[in-house]
């Protein structure tokens, strides 16, 4: 890897950030190799991106709203941004464009972008009264269904005010290209304070780097292809899109890649993977970790376990409400699993793999559900382990984008997955932003052409936020859904309760 | 034109709306002219757009508010989606979407939306604390900088709440394929009123009718190609654009298209004329009417005239505080204008043709500037005339597109003119929404890849409503423009007054 590590935040952010913008300048000297360039998987979020599959994670949260007005009740826009501010060199591609290189020789890089303009990315709205969690919900759907400016640096934070009891919805997006699922909470943890009183610093000064000359730059990526494996790769790639045979070969290619995974590696055909539109759903579901936490007390297995057992029998309930068949079905969920280590965090990017793993639906006891997950996950895990830790680095580089492309591309026909199911582990203990403490935040996963939903999980002080984005045009029935989740954990837990022997808990 | 038109709609809207629902229904019986197929002009907006140029008309009203919100404070969003249900019959293409012909073999057709949800297109949102005028703006910039989705009825209804005094605005955005300038005018007054009371009465059945199984379609379209005038102009065009020698074609039509409008036919090169990104400024400045009477009165020429120089003199400043050497610059608007008749009012779809006006921008007196453009004015419709009305229909058959898709195509190599400036004469009574009475209303002219800037004015119950639309990116400096343009009114009416010898009026 070429991308230079930030080693690890919360150091940086004690000490005096002079080592930081050391490493921000001078970046672009003569030596190629210190260009930022975007990772083939990087790559692969930009190339997949289109109106109907935008390509950002993002969140939305709500704070304790107080701090956030000034004593004539307005929200202190110019002091959010100025904060925002203050922060962006912990987060150098936070004021970067995308530059590509000429005649398409090469992944884009990273560049300064000269009129970085803090007003576009840091904006504020307002809900209309009475202010609503569904409101919000709608609000946030709409903000999230839009794509990002790709001629801006990939990122936009929505402040909300006009929410009930005086609080503040903060509405994040940024680009998958810029930060995936794991390093976004690192993000959010620059933006955000553990302590009430925001920690505000002025930043060094911001020195804008020119981009590298335009010839230069084609030479040096003429050249990185040639003797880059992983862009052997990539031309091997970009000569199957090729429009004579496409669809041939990226079947074949998927033949060979489901055997990796054994027999039964094409996910059921379900209404869950139909071709979405440019519209989204968002609605957010709390459990309380604790019962999580009894759960597995009673019956074993891992949180994620726990989670993922919940997660099938709310899709289960969904899918009988729509009258579908689910007897003996299995769904199959895409999750990733970050192959990052500490010293990795906060260097922006993607280090993910991806585990399939099998959602029993067609299981109508919750305490077989969660049986039956953990035995198939503890076998992912076995197998996994026998592959070994660096063939998952390699499959980073080489395969998740394959298998993220082919799954985008193979749409309808032959889905290696249902759904995308990301779990983030948070901070449990309380967050602040502007002084107002942070009482839930819940992720969004973006959609590709024949996935419905993406159901994206957040723990946080004491709760699993589940965010459930779903495609307006082929899933209007997300309240059943949020419904039969609340009532699928509610069960395992009063399962659990029994089993323990404490019914009256 | 194989489209039907609806007569007009004052009538319609009296008597009983049967006749509206007969020619509604029953459109696609086997006969192959009964398709509502898209002009070529309707189908080159959708050819042009993209990210960068989104092709739909918009504007910005705002609305004594009172009436918009029931007894707990609520704004009565419900019952102004039923408001605007009740009147969809009268425009049926607002429940219509586009359905393109199997191997693109022809121009899309209009069917009805089967899927079809009032809660998607009319909405709700709400400003910040204050409300200020400032921020209506921001938001008008943002909801007019965003695509409409193709696979639904090309429209959006915004209403917005939260602003000073109480007050309501509405936010609207209309596809230019749908609907142009003047029919524009025509939807608002069928969701408008011209009492404060809204005349509600409930709307026929709506029967949604299937669209036209493929192979007729194919067929049929097969056939008109082969057999109609504008559809073998249509693919030679589609010819042209081929990747080959695409530029070379182009400039060479550009070349004789120029001589038709003399050896000027070129704009001079400004600021003005910069690629545009993907999002946008606006604002609105109000100009009374009673002024730009006086303004004729004192001078000559149409009222017409007289904002187009009012306008220049607003350019003059602007481009003078840019740097930029003016001295004897004149600047090409290009001026779309109506030949509809009355007969064809309320038939949507696009009926305009252009006037290319010099805009005097290098001229330093105001009253120079207004004589200079009475002139051209003067000259230009002579030309018109002898020309000859048949002549004009058939512009807007075959040169308008050609000419709007040339100055988006040749960008900033060639343009043919500097910027669009469009007069849409409205009603001087007051109108009312939901029972609120109509204060102003900006209109929105789309931009295009080479013009940063959009002038859309809007006559209303005694005022000019001049919409500024600019790129963010290339015009940042919109406020400057907005100054120069009340001020240049201003010069202009202070040079009436002394002419007319009523200096102290």
New interface residues.
């Given amino acids: 890897m070429r991308r230079r590590g930030l080693g690890n935040v919360a150091g940086m952010q004690q000490e005096c950030s002079g080592d930081v913008a050391g490493m921000y300048r001078g970046r672009y000297d003569a030596e190629m190799s210190s260009y930022d360039r975007l990772s083939s998987l990087d790559a692969s979020f930009l190339h997949l991106e289109s109106?109907e599959t935008p390509m950002h994670v993002g969140a939305v949260s709500t704070f304790e709203g107080e701090s956030f007005f000034d004593s004539t009740?307005?929200?202190q826009?110019a002091a959010a941004r100025k904060l925002v501010a203050s922060r962006l060199h912990l987060i150098p591609r936070f004021r970067k464009i995308l530059k590509s290189v000429p005649l398409h020789q090469g992944r884009p890089i990273w560049v300064d972008d000269p009129?970085f303009d803090i007003a576009?990315h840091v904006r504020?709205?307002?809900?209309?009264?009475?202010g609503t969690r569904e409101q919000l919900m709608t609000?946030t759907a709409r903000v999230q269904s839009?794509?990002l400016?790709r001629?801006r640096p990939l990122w936009e934070l929505w402040f909300v005010?006009?929410l009930e009891e005086g609080r503040v919805a903060l509405i994040q997006k940024t680009h998958h290209a810029l930060v995936d699922g794991v390093s976004g909470v690192d993000v959010a943890t620059v933006l955000l304070d553990f302590q009430p009183e925001p920690a505000f610093r002025p930043p060094p000064r911001w020195i804008v780097e020119p981009p590298p000359a335009e010839l230069r730059l084609l030479a040096d990526s003429v050249w990185e292809r040639a003797t880059e494996p992983a862009e052997i790769v990539r031309s091997l790639r970009a000569g199957l899109r090729g429009p004579s045979n496409a669809l041939e070969n990226t079947t074949r290619i998927a033949r060979s890649v489901s055997s990796l995974f054994g027999t039964d590696a094409l996910a059921p055909h379900t209404s869950l993977n139909a071709l979405v539109?440019?519209?989204r759903l968002f609605d957010g579901v709390t459990i309380s970790f604790d019962d999580v936490h009894r759960v597995r007390q009673a019956f074993g297995g891992t949180i994620n376990d726990v989670i993922l057992a919940g997660v099938s029998g709310g899709l289960r309930d969904l899918l009988e409400a729509r009258g579908e068949p689910i007897d003996g079905m299995t769904l199959k969920a895409f999750c990733p699993v970050s192959v990052r280590d500490d010293a990795e965090r906060m260097q922006l990017g993607n280090r993910v793999s991806a585990m399939f793993v099998p959602l029993p639906v067609g299981l109508p006891d919750p305490v077989e559900r969660l049986e039956a997950v953990r035995d198939a996950t503890f076998d992912l895990k076995e197998r996994e382990q026998a592959v070994g830790a660096s063939f998952l680095l390699d499959l980073t580089h080489y395969a998740a984008p394959t298998l993220l492309g082919l799954g985008a591309r193979l749409a309808h026909r032959q889905p290696f997955f249902n759904l995308v199911v990301t779990n983030v582990p948070g901070p449990q203990v309380p967050l602040y932003c502007m002084g107002g403490r942070m009482l839930e935040a819940f992720p969004v996963v973006p959609l590709t052409k024949n996935l419905s939903i993406g159901i994206a999980i957040l723990s946080y002080c004491g709760n699993l936020h589940i965010g459930l984005f779903v495609d307006?045009?082929t899933f209007p029935d997300l309240p059943v859904l949020s419904s039969a989740l609340e009532n699928s954990f509610g069960e395992l837990l009063k399962r659990a309760e029994e089993q323990l022997g404490e019914p009256g808990r």
Avoid: I, W
């Fill in positions: 109106l009740g307005r929200f826009l009129r576009y504020l709205t307002a809900l209309p009264s009475p609000l839009q794509l400016d001629s005010e006009g539109g440019r519209n307006r045009d």
